[in-house]
């Protein structure tokens, strides 16, 4: 952009008396308004960050340092991404410039990144499923469509491989995927891209990142950049699902660039306002009417906890403003069971609602189930004789767990998770070793492809409960069974 043009646009420049990158301080400028964007005669941007009487804090959005002495003008709007369909399978920094070689058109279009966000008005109860293709989180830690579930866990313990598994099933089911990278490394995001790619759902997908080489005030903006694609592609009707990874990463960075700027510090250095730059965010998910139809937001955001620790500063703010979280425990991790989940510590808060009445019974069956599961094999580290109740309630907890056991690439249709369990349950399969429940599942997804099939698994799970559910199985036990052991072609 012409600097010289701009400024005869604009009448009026400042200059650079103090630079603390990304933070610089320019004096003039007197009508500059917070959160306006910039440009230097150098040619970078950059945000008006803090007003003072006679002084302007700017964030340069670049990561090179802007010279001391440099003129500044202002531009005369806010700091906007470009948003439009054009955006489907781009790989975009938070300004919407393409980070990779893959061409792509920049759209015209441009929102505000920080927008006033749609009042109560607009705004409906959660009453859709959001099924993740994971069945031990679709049946014991439910989620609907709007809902906003933090996921917690050390590093390395799988809390990707689910994100990627569920935004696959979503965008199978029509929702368009946003994954926001915050300052990744290079490599991880090629992973993600890679896996898009792979699994054919690229082209409805979009990736907003940035590395750990980017300046830390563009890594702050990368999840609200995210967010205001996600609501324009709600404006359109679209169902969106965006992914955080992640925001305790997003803190460091905003405790960096309040740092620079001098800000007061509070608990663990993180600026008293971390709690409003997280929550801003988040209350933007929903379930939205919308030209009088029902459209959502989802999203998963995704905090890094040290060695299991739940009471850390930012892990506890977030899960005072989501509706829940997923807990991936190391231990599990590293007892070999995935993915890791903690099925006991993880919490839904408006997921069941949104759940038909035979997931509702299910899930309080086995929750009670494994709880008494977890009591009886605590028992049995104590050497106790056991009784024939005791060694069936062990059996059938083993057999529960190595169901839940999955691939991250693997996305299984509810009905085929409900009818496997249904068959495991009543104990009407030969083998139930990790590999035979494995080979089952796998052979129930190619027979629930076939329509005929697929109708038989839909009127099975319109039962209102889990023993009427049970039932209906029984009465299909030869059926099953034969699609159960028809080899996967």
Known sequence: MDFEAQLAHIGEYGIVEEVKHPICVISG??????????????????????????????????????????????????LSVPVGDSLLGAIINPLGDSITAKPYTKPKEEREIDPEPLGISYRTKVRTPLLTGTALVDMMIPLGKGQKELVIGDRKTGKTSFLMTAIKNQVQQGSIGIYAAIGRRKSDIKKVEAFFEKEGIADKTII?????????????LTPYSAMTIAEYFRDKGQDVFVVFDDLSAHAKFY????????????????????????????????????????????????????????????????????????????NIYYRGRRPAINISLSVTRVGRQAQSPLVRSINRELTAFLALYEKMQNLSHFGAELTETVKNVLEMGEIIYQFF????????????????????WLKMLDETSLDAITEYRANLMTAYKDSVNKQLFEQLIEAKSFNDFLGAVAKQKDTLLALCKTKTK
């Open 255 to 330: 405790r960096e660039v309040s740092l620079l700027a001098q800000r007061f510090p509070g608990r663990e250095s993180y600026p008293g306002d971390i709690f409003y730059v997280h929550g801003k965010l988040m209350e933007r998910t929903g379930n939205y009417l919308i030209n009088g139809k029902e459209v959502s937001i989802s999203s998963l955001p995704v905090a890094e906890l040290v060695e299991g620790d739940f009471t850390g500063y930012i892990a506890t703010n977030l899960m005072g403003m989501t509706d829940g979280h997923i807990f991936f425990d190391s």
């Open 208 to 220: 907003v990142a940035t590395n750990s080489f980017d300046s830390p005030s563009l890594t702050y």
């Open 29 to 78: 400028l007197y009508g500059a308004r917070l959160s306006e964007l910039v440009l230097f005669e150098t040619g970078e941007m950059g945000e008006v960050f803090l007003l003072d009487e006679d002084k302007v804090e700017i964030l340069v959005l670049t990561k090179e340092a802007v010279r001391v002495g440099s003129r500044v003008t202002r531009m005369d709007k806010f």
């Open 405 to 424: 056991e999955q691939h991250y690439t693997v996305v299984i249709p509810l009905p085929v998770q409900l009818v496997l369990l249904a068959l495991l």
